[in-house]
């Protein structure tokens, strides 16, 4: 399990994360929703340790990641994984590379082993025979699917999906959100999604809490948060101009 | 109050500067740490040998040409008037050997490699494909400064030495095919003044420009600033910082190894 207490983040005189708690419970899929620029990603950074929190506690299965040194941590990154908002595929490797780096460097498997899980994981994803392409030939949908694939290859206890979606189109991204429900069923990880896709968003969460001016302001079962009667809440989940958050000042 | 601006604005200035050289210090020291602990796959480190030593062959191998060819007119003439051609061969080599050859071996390998270092390791920055390292739980040194910094102190003092004998060749052919120094004369002169410090003073230097030239390309891009932009900056802050690092350091180095 996860846990976020009291954690508090600024840059500069801007508070992002404002002594904000949450629990993150294992095997579910919980989704961070809220307006862009509210510092969803910045909560998501902090959870694995690329971001430290100016104060308060980020625990992950009972171990305080702010307080510990390069080689703890990485120990325990060892029980993530990872798709950025841009996937952050390793541009100057192919497709193959990008998906075997991590066996490469972090198991002894053999040269064929590793092809094979490879071409496993690239199948998982739908996207098989594009081994020998590199990023920049691949659209955005397809860059998230073999960042997915690179994620899964280790079996992590613990995904985090950075606005997985973002910049798709309708069917691509209902495509990428049944594929993250897929996966998650067949290995059941961890999940913690930053998202604002509204309303696609709760057909594959089991959790939602909903970030806002730095704060968790309601959190629970999907359904319970879906029916909220928060204002702030209610205008986010119908896009609705009139409310409490306001955009054109 | 008219002059507490300034001194508070030197302050701040002064306070800046200290701040970025130790971040630059505390660079180079992990740097060196990793390099102890875990230095790399050697794959990594033959692909950036490959990148900055055998791709700058051919313009260290053009530069050294055309700085021999001046060094050995300049030297005939000034030579000339004290009756002293017969020395061309041991003034083109010593100006090489000590000087020109380091030094400008890591001018053009700051121009041609360092300046990629920066602009590589800053678009991975910003395209947060250092941060996909860490959270496969591998740490970035190791792929992307361990190597580099390997790679640059064995491959500056190697295209320094091929830039000495290319540079020699240069003088050799103004001097005697053109000029008509007697080619007896201008090796004799050569070996009788050239001596094992001479160049082992120049592979000091050679040596210690890699270490620099790698230190402050790969810093540089480490700590790229935002967009297309931060990474444009940080490539001509590693060019100007290397450079003017390398002809510092030159000046503190010579003047202990004479």
């Given at each position: 399990?996860i846990?976020?207490?009291?954690?508090?983040?600024?840059?500069?005189?801007?508070?992002?994360?404002?002594?904000?708690?949450?629990?993150?419970?294992?095997?579910?899929?919980?989704?961070v929703?809220g307006?862009?620029?509210?510092?969803?990603?910045?909560?998501?950074?902090?959870?694995?340790?690329?971001q430290?929190?100016?104060?308060?506690?980020?625990?992950?299965?009972?171990?305080?990641?702010?307080?510990?040194?390069?080689?703890?941590?990485?120990?325990v990154?060892e029980?993530?994984?990872?798709?950025?908002?841009?996937?952050?595929?390793?541009?100057?490797?192919?497709?193959?590379?990008?998906?075997?780096?991590?066996?490469?460097?972090?198991?002894s498997?053999?040269?064929?082993?590793?092809?094979?899980?490879?071409?496993?994981?690239l199948?998982?994803?739908?996207?098989?025979?594009?081994d020998?392409?590199?990023p920049d030939?691949?659209?955005?949908?397809m860059?998230k699917?073999?960042?997915?694939?690179?994620?899964?290859?280790?079996?992590?206890?613990?995904?985090?999906?950075?606005?997985p979606?973002?910049?798709?189109?309708?069917?691509?991204?209902?495509?990428?959100?049944?594929?993250?429900?897929?996966?998650?069923?067949?290995?059941?990880?961890?999940?913690?999604?930053?998202?604002?896709?509204?309303?696609?968003?709760?057909?594959?969460?089991?959790?939602?809490?909903m970030?806002?001016?730095?704060?968790?302001?309601?959190?629970?079962?999907?359904?319970?948060?879906?029916?909220?009667?928060?204002?702030?809440v209610?205008?986010?989940?119908d896009?609705?101009?009139?409310?409490?958050?306001?955009?054109?000042? | 109050?008219?002059?507490?601006?300034?001194?508070?604005?030197?302050?701040?200035?002064?306070?800046?500067?200290l701040?970025?050289m130790?971040?630059?210090?505390?660079?180079?020291?992990?740097?060196?740490?990793?390099i102890?602990?875990?230095?790399?796959?050697?794959i990594?480190?033959?692909?950036?040998?490959?990148?900055?030593?055998?791709?700058?062959?051919?313009?260290?191998?053009?530069?050294?040409?055309?700085?021999?060819?001046?060094?050995?007119?300049?030297?005939?003439?000034?030579?000339?008037k004290?009756?002293?051609?017969?020395?061309?061969g041991?003034?083109v080599?010593?100006?090489?050997?000590?000087?020109?050859?380091?030094?400008?071996?890591?001018?053009?390998?700051?121009?041609?490699?360092?300046?990629?270092?920066?602009?590589?390791?800053g678009?991975?920055?910003?395209t947060?494909?250092?941060?996909?390292?860490?959270?496969?739980?591998?740490?970035?040194?190791?792929?992307l400064v361990?190597?580099?910094?390997?790679?640059?102190?064995?491959?500056?003092?190697l295209?320094?030495?091929?830039?000495?004998?290319?540079?020699?060749?240069?003088?050799?052919?103004?001097?005697?095919?053109?000029?008509?120094?007697?080619?007896?004369?201008?090796?004799?002169?050569?070996?009788?003044?050239?001596?094992?410090?001479?160049?082992?003073?120049?592979?000091i230097?050679?040596?210690?420009?890699?270490?620099?030239?790698?230190?402050?390309?790969?810093?540089?891009?480490?700590?790229?600033?935002?967009?297309?932009?931060?990474?444009?900056?940080?490539?001509?802050?590693?060019v100007?910082?290397?450079?003017?690092?390398?002809?510092?350091?030159?000046?503190?180095?010579?003047?202990?190894?004479?």
């Amino acid at each position: 399990m996860i846990k976020l207490v009291n954690v508090c983040k600024s840059f500069g005189s801007q508070c992002v994360l404002n002594n904000l708690s949450l629990e993150i419970p294992r095997g579910l899929i919980t989704a961070v929703i809220g307006p862009s620029g509210e510092g969803k990603s910045v909560l998501l950074k902090q959870l694995i340790g690329l971001q430290a929190p100016d104060s308060g506690q980020v625990i992950v299965d009972g171990t305080d990641i702010t307080r510990l040194g390069r080689s703890s941590l990485n120990r325990v990154r060892e029980k993530f994984g990872m798709l950025f908002q841009n996937a952050a595929l390793f541009d100057s490797l192919t497709v193959f590379e990008n998906v075997a780096f991590p066996l490469e460097e972090k198991t002894s498997l053999s040269r064929q082993e590793i092809k094979s899980k490879v071409h496993e994981a690239l199948r998982h994803v739908g996207l098989s025979g594009i081994d020998h392409k590199y990023p920049d030939e691949l659209s955005g949908g397809m860059k998230k699917r073999v960042g997915l694939a690179r994620a899964l290859l280790l079996k992590p206890q613990i995904i985090l999906f950075d606005e997985p979606t973002t910049g798709l189109d309708p069917i691509i991204c209902r495509a990428i959100h049944q594929l993250i429900a897929d996966t998650h069923r067949l290995f059941g990880f961890t999940a913690v999604i930053v998202s604002h896709e509204i309303p696609e968003i709760f057909d594959i969460s089991h959790r939602v809490a909903m970030l806002f001016r730095g704060e968790i302001i309601e959190e629970g079962p999907t359904e319970t948060v879906r029916n909220s009667r928060h204002p702030v809440v209610r205008q986010f989940i119908d896009g609705s101009l009139e409310g409490p958050i306001q955009f054109l000042k | 109050m008219g002059i507490r601006q300034p001194i508070q604005r030197l302050g701040g200035v002064t306070l800046a500067i200290l701040r970025d050289m130790g971040r630059m210090l505390t660079f180079l020291l992990y740097a060196l740490y990793t390099i102890a602990r875990r230095p790399g796959r050697p794959i990594h480190i033959l692909k950036q040998l490959h990148f900055i030593g055998a791709k700058s062959l051919f313009v260290i191998c053009l530069t050294a040409a055309f700085t021999g060819m001046v060094l050995g007119l300049q030297g005939y003439y000034t030579l000339a008037k004290f009756g002293s051609e017969g020395m061309l061969g041991s003034a083109v080599a010593l100006s090489l050997i000590r000087e020109l050859g380091p030094v400008l071996t890591a001018l053009m390998v700051t121009g041609r490699a360092g300046s990629a270092i920066t602009a590589e390791i800053g678009i991975m920055k910003i395209t947060e494909q250092i941060d996909a390292l860490k959270t496969m739980a591998l740490e970035p040194f190791k792929y992307l400064v361990s190597p580099k910094v390997i790679a640059a102190v064995i491959a500056v003092p190697l295209l320094c030495a091929v830039f000495d004998v290319v540079g020699i060749a240069g003088g050799y052919v103004v001097g005697v095919k053109l000029l008509g120094v007697n080619p007896g004369t201008y090796f004799f002169e050569m070996e009788k003044s050239v001596v094992a410090k001479d160049v082992i003073s120049g592979f000091i230097k050679s040596l210690s420009f890699g270490l620099i030239i790698s230190w402050v390309c790969c810093f540089k891009g480490y700590n790229a600033g935002h967009g297309a932009e931060g990474v444009s900056r940080a490539t001509t802050a590693a060019v100007v910082m290397s450079s003017v690092s390398v002809l510092i350091w030159d000046y503190f180095l010579t003047s202990v190894l004479l």
